[in-house]
DNA sequence: CTGAAAGCGCTTACAG
DNA sequence: CTGAAAGCGCTTACAG
């Protein structure tokens, strides 16, 4: 140990705690404690402390704190894709409303394998971040183990579980799927195919609300899904598909916009005319759908908004502060445009 | 301190190094030589390292190890946008290659702002990153300044640029401007116009690279520059300024697949012959482009691998070993499709 | 409301 | 090639 008569800057020449509990004329406890805003710290001292880390340029060092605290000051933030834009614009808004309040964003992405996801998360526990924010409740016995046995804080975003001790914010993605057929019942459409891509959970559980809106009306022959990657080529693709396999069809719901445009686009190459020979739909209102031709029709989901309330609930639940509704449904919008 | 014959697991429950070097029957420094894969450790002494790290399930803990060291084992990423897929496509490309290597990278988003860059880099090297990957080289002094004064490895990604000491991963911005422009002139066009967006650096680079490729015959009338961010709708809206602007107009070379997707749209939705009545061209080769009525022309620009030979030169860095090429110039390549 | 002591779990010199 | 000592810069109990 130093004897406190030799107390120096830091070997890095930065300034430590020490450096501004000197200043300030205060234990480096007090000094702490100011830093952090724990009340208990008179007034006065806390202003000197002020003073001190504005005068020595003082920046606390992280590693130092997560080492005593064992908590560091970052969130991991774990999606599917970085190559899908409503993802993307989650992680946005989630990355910049934790960085206000403080916090650094590890981002893992799973490319949708839970052995992925898994993995990211054991390498990124070593971290003991403050906060967690996944994607779905579609994991492995393990990753949902590690995560609760870590005892860090978790959002999940996209979808939302009622079960005590989950929180999550998102939307009923069997709710809006439900939505857009019935709509499309609603507009006198008889033979509704749905095609999918990816078919991750929420896919499926979109699939789920189609059935159910058609019910009796449902025919199996009429679902088209497909396990790559959504793309405007695959969409094309299942677009030329559906109308070879099933020539009555009078309307496709696609699962994702990028499918729908990709559709939209081979229709025109066709000279298959949306809507009138058959209407196309979309999903997530993914920018450029109403540049097409004719604009998509779509269901906007509020993945922004998600990305900043998942945030603010994690920040609430970090700071131990009581969180009023830990299953936030956002809802989602049909956005009727022209193809449909 | 504790008396060694106190020792015990750690207050989390998790083995720390004396564990291993207890368990292994080395030191502690001995057991941290051989985790790093410092040579100079008995083979043997290695061996028994390795079982005892194990048996007991230990994990090093990242903040202990950077307090000590003074280095962290995460690499600063400050891309312009994540709503530019050609961001996205670097950075994933980037993050993979540095996760493989064994770090994990804190991603800043700085929305073209080098204020905004200059505050990410404050916040971010207080964490004492290994690395540092920063996009382009337009910045602000005192970024410049608290990147070199940092000490920490940086490689500039997207451009090229000569000077000793800076290491830079990425291809000629105005060549493969002035490589469009000339191949449009190859083919016949006389009058061609630039139409960009956004306006970064890169950006006015191609345009150079445009006004020099046209040489005597540029005309500033062609010129188009649009700050807002591109967009398909603003394609669209450039298209229509363009052909209202300059009636005799023959080819228009957008400067992003965005706004050359928007055009060809609107070309569609105003019946305008491309590339009979005008041709255009793109920049990127994003996603889509080859889908479009017609497929577009464009300039494929080798993100990527960007992301992976930049992320490869960083870890060689960080690791003190030779660096081959260190303003490394990957090219890029005209995608001749149909629009032009 | 404030502080002295101890310790978080590693690694960096310094020896030998 | 290996190790004993010291310390990285904070915060957590524990007192008072």
Do not use: W
């Not at 003073?51 to 969130?75: I, K, T, W």
């Not at 490319?111 to 054991?122: G, K, N, Q, S």
């Not at 057929?181 to 749905?194: H, K, N």
């Not at 009429?222 to 094309?236: R, T």
């Amino acid at each position: 140990m130093n004897p406190p008569s030799s107390k120096r800057r830091r070997a890095t020449g930065r300034a430590t705690l020490q450096d501004v509990a000197l200043a300030a004329g205060v234990s480096p406890i007090t000094a702490s404690r100011a830093l952090r805003g724990e009340r208990s710290v008179a007034a006065e001292l806390v202003q000197r402390v002020t003073a001190a880390v504005a005068q020595l340029g003082y920046v606390p060092d992280p590693a130092a704190r997560a080492l005593a605290s064992s908590r560091s000051n970052q969130v991991v933030v774990l999606i599917p894709l970085l190559s899908n834009a409503l993802f993307v614009d989650l992680l946005d808004a989630a990355q910049r409303t934790l960085l206000a309040a403080g916090y650094q964003s590890l981002i893992g992405v799973t490319h949708y394998h839970p052995e992925e996801e898994e993995a990211l998360l054991r390498t990124y526990l070593m971290n003991r971040p403050a906060g967690l924010l996944v994607t779905g409740f579609d994991r492995t016995e393990a990753a949902r183990a590690l995560i609760h046995g870590s005892g860090v804080p978790c959002v999940h975003v996209m979808e939302n579980r009622g079960e005590p001790g989950l929180y999550s914010v998102g939307f009923s993605q069997q709710a809006a799927g439900h939505a857009m057929t019935a709509e499309l019942m609603r507009r006198g459409y008889r033979r509704i195919a749905f095609a999918a891509a990816q078919l991750d959970p929420r896919t499926l559980q979109r699939a789920q609300g189609y059935r159910e809106a058609l019910g009796a009306a449902h025919d199996p022959a009429l679902e088209f899904m497909d396990a790559a990657p959504s793309s405007f080529a695959l969409g094309a693709a299942m677009f030329e598909r559906v109308l070879n396999t099933v020539p009555d069809v009078d309307a496709i719901f696609f699962n994702n916009d990028d499918l729908a445009q990709g559709a939209l686009l081979q229709a025109l190459r066709l000279g298959i005319r949306v809507p009138e020979r058959v209407a196309v739909t979309g999903f997530n209102d993914l920018t450029g759908g109403g540049q097409m031709l004719p604009p998509l029709s779509t269901v906007r989901t509020p993945r922004g908004e998600i990305g900043l309330e998942a945030a603010r609930m994690l920040v609430a639940l970090m700071r131990n502060e009581a969180v009023a509704e830990p299953c936030l449904d956002l809802g989602f919008e049909l956005v009727l445009r022209e193809s449909c």
